[in-house]
């Protein structure tokens, strides 16, 4: 364990520039965490491009510092309006919200707040811990151990994402189809350009994803306008937790965590499914699950502890491998290489400050969270209600900067505005829009990898089964395809 | 932000000097076929400052970053107006491209203005592989042909350098094999995934020294030689692939180029703003970080220059497209 | 509600049809030289992978409308509720607010303010009382954007 990097990298924070970045990173992702309709994605989509004009130490100080804040930001929404301000608060509404309507706000936002905090710090200790050890197993790993990783983590995402597999799998694949225009990975070569030179560099991350995620969600909030949500009065009563309840909740709070954690990690996969299966399995093991749903304390720590669990958990993998563990960290790998960082097992030794400025923010930017959310809660519930009329308007200026900003042509622009209309469609048929942009990013990685392999063995293509690693993941990809399709069927045969 | 107030007063002072001038009346604009933070980019911005600073030029220049491939903001420029207000830097990509048969244009379609900075690259091995010269590593590369992994970015520069490399020795064949740039083949080469690969020579230093110089225990490759002319400042060690007894050169250049039938007045003009760019200490300060030469060819030097790097590189690159 | 299956049958139809013209452009390209697979067959067999997958989910689809009393049906019943109007709005606009754009019909601060005042009053409902509020949030939004990334990020913004 590498204290003396750690502390270094802290100390940097702690000068102005940093520090200010971290401020407004937390507090923005607070805010716009909290109110529904922007997500965090979409904030740290419309960051990235202001960042290429920061140091590079900087600009990863503010995206952490976005992403951890906006994942905590969901709760108060999600306690005090009944509506997730993020998608990972989901699980949070169900306990949060009776509670909070049967008087004890307070109560649940501190709840929410603390199991945030806590979720965070766990977390944190694991990415501390393990990501050097793994980013240095990951450098023996050759193309065919990144291919089958990359296959595993796109049947991973397909397979866990809300909706059926068979549209998981939609999402996942035509999110690699619309990568393959453009360079391909394995040669340098221009394909699939339909004769259109404005093609060759392909279809750019930020757009598509600025389309998908942000253009997308404003369509759908102007469908949804004029439905004003119930509301429940905030005051600070109870925010802060006592010892007590810690010992009571601390089994709760550190399963949770370790659940979170652990998948964040999984590629691909991020922080809503962190809190389902934390907050199913608190429900399995609880001495009271028929309060779940009801207003539940435990409910709402399983929820919150491991969706900002998946923060840091989500981070191992992007820095010993350079592949994403959720849609943000997508973002974040975009934004590294526009510094021309690149991520992977060497990042330890090439850019080593950059790689402990992220880990020293994911501990900081939780510490200053925990007292930006407790000082400020009940002003930031009334931001709630700026009208959607003109929010709406000026965030989709912000989109139309943030795409033409990063090339400086239209046609990205045109293509952002593509993708909002594909983004709304395929979630209006009920399509997940997670696996799409996970499989944007990892398709040419995985092309790549395979084609990679095959050069170094001229053709071979044996290594899949015949190494250890390759032939792991492969089975396990095959068992996550197969055992939906199988228990389908079995429950369809006692059902008959 | 300082700095960019510095820059338009250093703006308003140049147009209030100097307005008699025909050209320019109004910002150039420099086009970078790159995202923003490449080495390019750099060179870009450096030099855009350099020639504020150096107030040789009467208006600001303007960086425009246009991504994707490379060939986009190339047409860009090629189809641009050629009133003297559009140029292109690049490297040796637009050649690479022409010979390789991705782009349907190339150099010649272009006016030369000036070249800059240039780096040369270092032929990489692992410690463990028992090649300690370049000799070494292509008798190997013909005693066992098709079976040293060579890790490179196809079609690209380390691709045509270790072509270049190969074609030393005749009948010396690497595998190539698709890694991309230099991180990425560092980690492959240091995960032995590769056998052989190259790197630029401030790459080297990065990767195989620690900050006061000296070399990292740490590191698991070496390079072989340095294919300047003449030895590395940053690897006084290193000798060259002269010195080992092969005439071969491989350096890469940034070029700065205008749309055919630009005005040799403009022209001139900007080459002059880049000429005076390059003698600011900032430019200097800048190649010194980054290990390249302190080199500047305008006109009949650089007709010349580009001439024979395209002599050079024509063979290579068609050979780059088949295995 | 829980399915809807007209947008989903559309919707996977017209996702296949993207897909059948990736195939056929991938079917075309040349083999590779540096290994067995070369350009084309990863795209092309992604895009057999989905067309796939949406031929299920129509399936299921149709199964879907069958049971739940036939197309008119299901379509009255998905497409009713919300306010299309606003969606429509915001959409067009955003389309002639880029085509403006990219057409350098006037500058982008300008461009911006008719864009953002327009749809927030249009978003409103047209009220008069909302014009002025509209208008300096346009103002504020459009020419503070205009500044910031010209004379603080340098970013070169569509003239």
Redesign the interface.
Known sequence: MDFASLFGAIGQIFTPWPFFMLFIGTALGIVVGAIPGLTGAMLIALTL??T??MEPFNAVVLLVSMYVGAISGGLITATLMRMPGTPASVMTTFDGYPMARSGRPGRALGLGITASFVGGLIAWGVLFTVTKPLSILA?????FEYFTLIMMAMVLIASVSEGSL??G??SG??G??VS?P???????????T?DW??L???L?LLPVLIGTFA?SQ???D?????KLPDRAEVNNRGVLMSLRDFRRHAVNMIRSSFIGTWIGILPGIGASIGSVVAYTMAKNVSDHPEEFGRGSEEGIIASEAANNATVSGALIPLIAMGIPGSVIDAILIGALT???I?P???LF??NGDIVWGMIATALIANILMWILMTSSVRYIANLIYL?R??V???V???C??GS???????FD??VM?MF??IGF??E????PLGPFVIGFVL?PLA??K???G???T??DISPIWTRPFPLAFTIIAILLLVWPIVSDWRRKRRAA | MRKLLGLAAAALLATGGAALAEWPEKPVKLIVPF?????SDQMARVLQAGAQESGALSQPITI??????Y??GS?RVMEAEPDGYTFLIIHIALMGGEG???LDFGWRDFEPVAGAGEFCLAPMVRKDSGIDSVEQLLAKAKDEP?TL?FGA????INHLAGLMLQEQNPGAKF???????G??N??AL??A??NATVLSGAEVV??TLLPDGSENP?AQIKPLAYTGAERFDGLPDLPTMAEEGYDMQFCVKSWVFAPKDTPQEAIDGFAAAMEAATETDRYQKFITDKGFADVFLKGEALQQDLESTWTAIEPIAKLATQK | ME??PV??I???A??AA??AV?FV??SR?PP?S????G??P??KW??A??IL??I??MARGILRLRAAGGLAASAREEFTG???G??V???A???L??AL??FKVASFGIV?FV??TL??WA??GLRPAVLL??LV?AAV??FG?EYL?TNV??????E
Request: charged share 10%; aromatic share 10%.
């Open positions: 491009p202001l290429f004009y450098t023996k790993f050759g193309p068979v549209k799998l939609i694949l035509l690699m189809l393959m453009g360079v391909d990975p394995a040669t340098g070569m221009p394909r699939l339909f030179y404005m060759n560099g392909g750019q253009v404003i369509i759908k102007c469908l949804d306008m004029g526009i510094h021309s690149q992977g097992p060497t030794l090439t009208p009329s003109f709406l308007p000026v989709m200026m912000f139309v900067i033409y900003a990063l090339n400086n042509t239209m622009v045109w505005l909002g209309v469609l395929l209006r048929a009920k399509i398709a092309e790549q395979l084609r990679s095959l050069m170094m001229a053709g | 995202q923003a933070g490449g080495t425009v970053n246009v991504g994707g491939h060939s986009i047409r390789t048969g991705a098709d992994i970015n196809l079609g690209a595998r190539f094999v698709q890694i991309g740039g991180t990425a560092f980690t240091t995960g995934q590769t990065n990767f740490e | 399915h809807r947008t989903e559309g919707v996977s017209f996702v993207i897909c990736f452009q991938a390209l590779g540096f290994e067995p697979l350009s084309g990863v795209p992604t895009a992978i989905v997958c949406c299920a989910v919300g306010r299309p606003g969606a709005l915001m959409l606009g955003s389309v607010y880029v754009l990219h911006t864009f953002l749809l927030i978003l409103e509020p509209a949030t939004a459009a954007a990334f990020f340098t970013v070169d913004l569509p």
